[in-house]
């Protein structure tokens, strides 16, 4: 009797061991397919669209490259599901230094966008903001732009500045066609919009220039004993 | 020897279970702040750097780039209004009023979003459609061309509609509800299709 009770007691205690062993299993189990799961979920956009991009800014480029051939587009995956609409991109290195996206279409309705990577909006603008019929992006990354606030650079009229984190992206040109029989002549205006690194002009910053006048006025003299200013930097080309 | 085993039959089942989930929540789930008008969905404020993982991750596996604020919105269908598929085979309706903007386009594309490789005309422009007095049309996608405004559609593969609006985003849901866009009926008319 004594002998079946602990034959029962081992045999209940080893499925006692075992449900607990599978616990464990189970709950390491489902933790790490959860880590699995964000982890899969967070690099998608890093895989999903770096591919492409890799592909597209071939190592060694210099400057920004437009893409406006439709067969090339295709070819990249670069696709819109809109029959109507034709597109150029401009993929882009911000560490190549500002770039500068400029376009001119004659059609009823066409916009800039400029995109992260992962295909995420950093800004966009549509026609009703062209300035003579053109509308020019200037893109460049927070630490760019203050750079190029500080040594006094001069930002092309009627130019929008957007700023992106990132330092690789994509420009998208879009023209609607009101006709399919137009689709070719928007093809040509595309074609023709350019997309290059954005070359500044530069002005000595307001302080500096105060503190001459002010100089010169209290003492003429003291233009000998003032230092010799440093060259004005020029971010956008150093980095290059 | 059975700790080996007990870790990597773990690791195993973990990389399996999580990464079909996630392509199974990319894929099928819908992101939050999706703005639904009947039949009709878009994303809202898609691209915007607040959007979360998961949307981010849809677009980035959509193979797309989504349309800014300023390039209006794009509305997508893959079912009729009553719920049924839209069978390439079949007839299919859009009637009623895009009162939303006065410039849009309309694309046939695959269930995932992606341009339908047809060729020929593979979508209408707003200029395209010849209205009733009261703004409101009917458009016809099939096989044969009909006495309203036709898009010809001959091929067999699945179908997606795109109705892509250009006048700006919205940002809230009309006043008139789903009417505010076109409804969705499947017809009865076409090869095979009512078997």
Not at chain 2, 111 to 122: I, K
Request: charged letters at 15%; glycine letters at 10%; hydrophobic letters at 45%.
């Amino acid at each position: 009797m004594r002998i079946m009770n602990n034959s029962a007691g081992r045999k209940g205690q080893s499925q006692r061991s075992a449900m607990v062993s599978f616990g464990f299993w189970l709950v390491a189990m489902l933790a790490s397919a959860a880590l699995v799961h964000f982890l899969v979920v967070l690099t998608l956009p890093i895989i999903g669209r770096g591919v492409l991009v890799e592909q597209v800014l071939a190592p060694g480029d210099e400057g920004p490259v437009l893409y406006s051939d439709p067969q090339v587009l295709e070819q990249l995956g670069f696709r819109y599901s809109d029959a109507r609409q034709d597109s150029a991109y401009c993929a882009f290195d911000l560490r190549d230094g500002a770039v500068r996206v400029s376009g001119e279409l004659d059609v009823p309705f066409w916009s800039l966008s400029v995109h992260t990577l992962s295909g995420l909006v950093v800004g966009s603008v549509n026609h009703r903001a062209a300035s003579g019929g053109q509308l020019a992006l200037v893109v460049m990354t927070p630490q760019l732009g203050r750079e190029l606030s500080e040594a006094g650079a001069v930002v092309p009229p009627d130019t929008l500045v957007v700023v992106m984190n990132q330092p690789v992206g994509i420009v998208r040109i879009s023209g609607l066609a009101s006709y399919g029989a137009l689709r070719p002549a928007l093809q040509e205006q595309l074609a023709e919009t350019t997309c290059e690194v954005q070359r500044f002009s530069f002005v000595a910053p307001q302080s500096q220039v105060n503190q001459q006048l002010t100089a010169e006025e209290e003492d003429p003299d003291s233009r000998q004993s003032m230092p010799i200013p440093s060259p004005t930097p020029r971010p956008d080309l150093d980095q290059q | 020897m059975a700790r080996l085993l007990w870790f990597l039959s773990v690791v195993l089942a973990a990389v399996i279970l999580g990464t079909a989930s996630a392509i199974f929540v990319v894929q099928t789930l819908r992101p939050t702040g999706m703005l639904k008008l009947g039949p009709w969905e878009a994303v809202q404020a898609v691209g915007d750097a607040s959007a979360n993982p998961y949307t981010h991750a849809l677009i980035a596996s959509s193979g797309q780039l989504p349309p800014g604020s300023a390039e209006g919105m794009r509305f997508v269908a893959v079912e009729a209004t009553d719920g049924s598929a839209l069978r390439p085979d079949c007839s299919i309706t859009l009637s009623g009023q895009v009162s939303l903007a006065r410039l849009w386009t309309l694309s046939l594309v695959t269930p995932a979003g992606r341009p339908l490789e047809l060729a020929g005309a593979r979508g209408m422009h707003a200029q395209d459609i010849v209205y009733h007095q009261d703004g409101s049309f009917d458009l016809t996608i099939g096989p044969r061309p009909q006495a309203t405004n036709t898009l010809l559609q001959g091929g067999m593969a699945p179908l997606g509609l795109v109705l892509h609006l250009y006048d700006g985003a919205i940002t809230s849901l009309p006043e008139e509800g789903a009417q505010a866009m076109p409804a969705i009926t499947v017809g009865t008319e076409g090869p095979g299709c009512g078997s």
